[in-house]
């Protein structure tokens, strides 16, 4: 069903035109409503290791950060014992976009991290490192502080494109076991001569010109097709909505605005040939923000020995309109 304008609600999906105009944007998304049905696990925070080369301290609020060697904290999440499970958020969000998906994972016996990218949620608003290669630097640091070996690394979106870089230029020495890429940007989104299939720049220029003229009206539009809730018979559901503006607003104008261009333009193609352990793609084929044709199903081929899974009509956000097959999915890859 979708919405009526008579309720008083400002997420007519009739009034966000421009957003479905523009065919695209990497971001990541609000994990929240799987049910989860195990034993949970005993919650332990675990140690970091002696003698690691960036500094963790508390802030008043006893939340954890390292400081980069430029100065940037990045804060993280890190929670429960076991296998480690590292999650990469997308733009603009959080670590808080992987809720639903620690969670499930920590009741089923893993140690779960997550970290706010630069300029995001809770991490400093630098003007400087806004690319991606200091995002993978940031979350390399983040991993040898906690001593992570055997970790699986699962990015969404932006983040998706964070996790082949990662695992291309630290898999091996950082003891990397698999990665997932869900609803990601790579290989490239923007339309060059070796990427016909991508978007043109004008459409991210459009992005760029939302947020700078309007980041919080913008960040009340891109929900709506981000979760496909434009789509017939759809339901707009204001909490996820509100919580995608809420992460948003949370990180700095200006590391949004130069993210843009981190996630458009990164062309990813020798990161996804060089990746060595097993891999897990997974797309909606009715993703209407990073269209599958240009992404995963390239993706695929470029991975050796990638496997590829595709959810029919499921939207960019389906890890939180469709948590449990997701959840489901994602559990099944790691046990194997």
Same mark, same amino acid.
């Given at each position: 069903?979708?919405?009526?304008?008579?309720?008083?609600?400002?997420?007519?999906?009739?009034?966000?035109?421009?957003?479905?105009?523009?065919?695209?944007?990497?971001?990541?998304?609000?994990?929240?409503?799987?049910?989860?049905? /195990?034993?949970? +696990?005993? @919650?332990?925070?675990?140690?970091?290791?002696?003698? =690691?080369?960036? %500094?963790? #301290?508390?802030?008043?609020?006893?939340?954890?950060?390292?400081?980069?060697?430029?100065?940037?904290?990045?804060?993280?999440?890190?929670?429960?014992?076991?296998?480690?499970?590292?999650?990469?958020?997308?733009?603009?969000?959080?670590?808080?976009?992987?809720?639903?998906?620690?969670?499930?994972?920590?009741?089923?016996?893993?140690?779960?991290v997550a970290?706010?990218?630069?300029?995001?949620?809770?991490?400093?608003?630098?003007?400087?490192?806004?690319?991606?290669?200091?995002?993978? /630097?940031?979350? +390399?640091? @983040?991993?040898?502080?906690?001593?992570?070996?055997? =970790?699986?690394? %699962?990015? #969404?979106?932006?983040?998706g494109g964070e996790v082949a870089r990662y695992v291309a230029k630290h898999g091996k020495a950082h003891g990397v076991a698999k990665a997932v890429l869900v609803s990601a940007v790579p290989p490239l989104m923007l339309k060059t001569a070796g990427n016909p299939g991508g978007l043109d720049i004008s459409v991210f220029d459009g992005f760029r010109k939302g947020l700078a003229e309007n980041r919080a009206q913008f960040y009340r539009e891109v929900p709506i097709p981000f979760y496909g809730f434009n789509r017939t018979g759809a339901k707009t559901l204001d909490g996820v909505v509100d919580n995608w503006w809420r992460q948003g607003m949370m990180g700095g104008a200006v590391n949004h605005y130069e993210g843009i261009k981190a996630f458009s333009e990164t062309d990813f193609t020798e990161d996804l040939k060089q990746i060595s352990v097993p891999t897990l793609i997974m797309h909606g084929d009715d993703d209407q923000i990073v269209p599958i044709a240009d992404a995963s199903l390239l993706s695929a081929k470029l991975v050796p020995g990638a496997e590829l899974k595709v959810y029919k009509g499921?939207?960019?956000?389906?890890?939180?309109?469709?948590?449990?097959?997701?959840?489901?999915?994602?559990?099944?890859?790691?046990?194997?």
């Open positions: 069903m979708t919405h009526n304008p008579d309720s008083g609600s400002d997420h007519d999906p009739r009034r966000r035109s421009f957003v479905l105009n523009a065919g695209a944007l990497a971001a990541g998304t609000l994990l929240v409503g799987t049910n989860i049905m /195990a034993t949970p +696990a005993p @919650v332990t925070k675990a140690s970091a290791p002696a003698g =690691a080369s960036t %500094i963790t #301290h508390q802030k008043e609020d006893a939340m954890s950060y390292i400081t980069t060697k430029d100065g940037t904290d990045i804060y993280y999440k890190d929670w429960g014992t076991g296998q480690p499970i590292v999650f990469h958020h997308g733009w603009p969000l959080s670590s808080d976009d992987w809720d639903a998906q620690m969670m499930f994972f920590l009741l089923h016996g893993y140690r779960v970290h706010d990218r630069r300029g995001h949620g809770r991490s400093t608003q630098t003007s400087k490192g806004n690319d991606m290669d200091t995002y993978v /630097a940031d979350a +390399a640091a @983040v991993v040898e502080h906690l001593g992570l070996k055997n =970790a699986i690394h %699962i990015g #969404h979106s932006t983040g499921y939207p960019h956000g389906m890890l939180t309109v469709h948590a449990d097959v997701l959840n489901a999915d994602l559990l099944a890859f790691v046990k194997k």
